[in-house]
């Protein structure tokens, strides 16, 4: 469903419109014309506080996590609190970056704030849908975490990484709006559009802004302008408003069709995470291994995720698999719920083995 058509126009009216100047040595704060565009595009859709220069475009939330770790550990930061579960590759971002990282349990009203209390200088959070659990973190957690940021001179990172996609209401507005010097806002491209653009944002605390600029600097001088530069023409031209409205009506379809099929083949096991996102969580049985249950999976050629990855290791949480809706094809999907919902009904109700 990536828009084609409009990115190719998109892209050649940025080669016909765009200065010479413009493909010459980049700041590395990326191209002005898109960080306005972002800086209104997030205020109108996410309620961020922000100005064109307050951002750092980069190549995806994970080289964006990686600049504010390095400028943190750069000034003296030694840990990071993080959600558990949270996302692999954004623990070992940050251990790269040689900042300790500290657990921050997470229950249905998303992260827990007595958790983030030093040496911890920053945490980062997935407040519209914590990923993987897919909670939204509540209005008064919310202003807790923001309450001791600014109390212990710490900050709260905000990964916004499918905000657009709420199904049960309005989306859920940005943690930034309610502290913009404490809460670094992070945003990309990659569910909205596609992962493999490597398009994200940072909206930046004033006095994190000349860290992170010249850590993006050192990284690699500036994202691809060419990419930038056509983004900034999908939001004026107001196709990115279009395009996520679409997929949200089409995510919502594939969300109802995977509830259903869990409720007509597996209709005693709990699932979580549906109110918005791309994926949903099953929680597994006692007596029903994760191992097992991705075992029968690989031999059915049926592509699931467990949750133990997930976990921090010193803090392992319950078993479960993580159900990603949003990657298989338009014509494949219903097949493709028809044998994960033999896969629930056979192992992990027992009705006929793995």
């Known amino acids: ?69 390095d400028a943190l550990a750069a000034s003296g930061a030694r840990s990071i609190a993080l959600e558990n579960p949270c996302l692999p590759d954004h623990r070992a971002t940050a251990i790269a970056s040689g900042l300790d990282v500290i657990p921050l349990d997470v229950d249905h009203d998303g992260a827990r704030p007595e958790g983030f209390t030093a040496p911890a200088v920053a945490a980062v959070l997935t407040p519209a849908h914590q990923a993987p659990l897919g909670a939204t973190l509540t209005a008064d957690r919310r202003a807790e975490f923001v309450r001791i940021a600014a109390q212990c001179g710490a900050y709260v990172i905000e990964d916004d990484y499918d905000g657009e996609f709420r199904y049960d209401r309005h989306p859920v507005g940005a943690l930034q709006g309610l502290a913009p010097e404490r809460v670094i806002y992070a945003g990309s491209a990659s569910k909205s559009l596609a992962p493999g653009l490597r398009l994200g944002w940072l909206v930046l605390p004033a006095d994190l802004l000349d860290a992170v600029v010249e850590a993006k600097r050192r990284a690699d001088r500036g994202t691809d302008v060419l990419t930038q530069l056509a983004f900034a023409e999908l939001i004026d031209s107001g196709v990115l408003d279009r395009h996520i409205r679409r997929m949200r009506r089409r995510y919502r379809h594939r969300r109802d069709a995977l509830v259903a099929t869990l409720c007509h083949y597996a209709p005693s096991v709990p699932v979580h995470g549906i109110a918005a996102g791309l994926h949903a969580v099953v929680s597994l049985p006692d007596e029903i291994s994760e191992a097992h249950v991705l075992a029968a999976a690989q031999q059915r050629q049926i592509a699931l995720t467990g949750l133990t990855p997930f976990w921090h290791r010193e803090a392992h949480g319950a078993a479960g698999i993580v159900l990603g809706y949003g990657t298989p094809s338009e014509h494949d999907y219903s097949t493709a719920l028809e044998h994960l919902g033999g896969l629930l009904r056979d192992v992990v109700l027992g009705s006929g083995g793995a």
């Open 1 to 69: 469903m990536f828009p084609r058509t409009e990115w190719l126009r998109a892209l050649r009216r940025a080669f016909q419109t765009t200065p010479h100047s413009e493909f010459g040595p980049l700041d590395p704060r990326g191209s002005s014309r898109l960080r306005l565009e972002l800086a209104n595009y997030l205020g109108r859709v996410r309620g961020v506080l922000t100005t064109p220069e307050r951002m750092v475009i980069c190549s995806g939330y994970t080289q964006g996590l990686r600049l504010v770790c």
